[in-house]
């Protein structure tokens, strides 16, 4: 399909700057950063993680990673230990300190959510859905 450089760049500039709203709103509601609420359900999710999972499931960089769970970690949300089976891996577990905080931005998260898909009908949502996965296929191909 050929797409006009005018529209391919703007799609670009679109889904950057959506990116970036969506992230700014989610942690004016919530207090938390987007990457760090994914690191939580994740946590949320299983009992223990080891940081090369997290880098896997979230797609960003082992030096984030680290920082990032360096400041959960420094409110007491989460706990790294050395795999005593493998000193090299670090796992994570989430505290309940950090549950709780990770329940409590529920309410917000709702609220963020709501008002992005507010008159945005199922079969639009399904065709984004549905058009962002071959964007995103496209471009991890692209990236080969």
Do not use: W
Not at 65 to 79: A, D, G, N, P, Q
Not at 123 to 143: M, P, R, V, W
């Amino acid at each position: 399909m050929e797409i006009s450089n005018k529209k391919s760049g703007q799609i670009l500039f679109l889904l950057k700057s959506l990116g970036n709203q969506i992230t700014q709103n989610f942690e004016k509601t919530t207090d938390v950063s987007l990457t760090r609420y994914q690191m939580l359900v994740l946590l949320t999710e299983n009992e223990i993680v080891s940081q090369s999972e997290i880098q896997h499931a979230l797609h960003i960089d082992q030096s984030a990673i680290t920082r990032h769970l360096k400041i959960l970690e420094s409110y007491e949300f989460v706990e790294r230990k050395r795999n005593p089976e493998n000193n090299r891996e670090v796992l994570v577990k989430i505290t309940e300190k950090g549950k709780h905080m990770f329940n409590s931005c529920t309410p917000g998260k709702k609220e963020v959510i709501g008002q992005l898909y507010e008159g945005i009908t199922s079969e639009k949502i399904d065709d984004l859905i549905e058009t962002l996965l071959l964007l995103y296929n496209n471009s991890k191909e692209a990236g080969k």
